[in-house]
């Protein structure tokens, strides 16, 4: 049998490179979405595909080029995200980083999905890194613009997994806990290698008709 087809996206460092590591050694094809490939240190098993996802000649592209090389996706981690706003409080974030937010964090996941969707068999699955600062019911005043967007994402979750309920594809949004990656820094209380599990439970042990949900560690968390 061919090996199974997965896109992380934004696998350049942090948890997508980790996670995307984890999936070659499980057998995976994998495919390293990276916005700057001249930045990205090999992997073994791991081909580069470059894709800002925030691009939509580079999501087209891509998609072109996954439909062309392999004529499907298996699984798409929809990994890469951006945090802008760590130091700043909701009354003094300017538009311009709400909106860089939006088009990185939360549109950018649902252009790719949209994209590479059609490439995805019955049993494929979508999983979008979330964070727990997208959670409506436990929200908090940090990184407003960022935590504003994972909501978003969250949103864009449950509406894509109706949306590809019928075609038996598995979307759900998943949050690491807090890793110590760039993003992260040094204080977190989270090694790479948790984080990754957390996200990897969806693509690797999640019953496969799971869909609609948000998780941590396998375990369902609220919206
Ligand atoms: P890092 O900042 O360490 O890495 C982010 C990655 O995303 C980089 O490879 C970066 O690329 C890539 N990226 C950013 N924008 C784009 C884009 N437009 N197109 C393609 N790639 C892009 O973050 P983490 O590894 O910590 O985070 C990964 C995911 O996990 C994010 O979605 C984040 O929100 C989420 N998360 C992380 C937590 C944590 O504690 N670390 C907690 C909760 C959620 P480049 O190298 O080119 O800059």
Known sequence: MNAPIALVTGAARGLGREVARRLAEEGYTVLAGV??????KSLPGVEILPLDVTDETAILAAADAVKRRYGRLDVLVNNAGILLDEEMGLMDVPPDV?????????IGPLRVAQA???????????VNVSSGGGQLSASSTWAPAYCISKTALNAVTVQLAAALKPRGIRVNAVCPG???TDMGGPSAPRSLQQGADSILWL????APDLTGGFWRDGARIPW
């Open 98 to 106: 709400l909106r860089r937010s939006l088009e990185a964090n939360a």
């Open 116 to 126: 590479f969707a059609p490439l995805m068999p019955k049993g494929g699955r979508i």
């Open 203 to 206: 693509v690797l042990k999640a």
């Open 35 to 40: 916005r700057d490939p001249s930045k990205m």
């Open 178 to 180: 807090w890793v110590r």
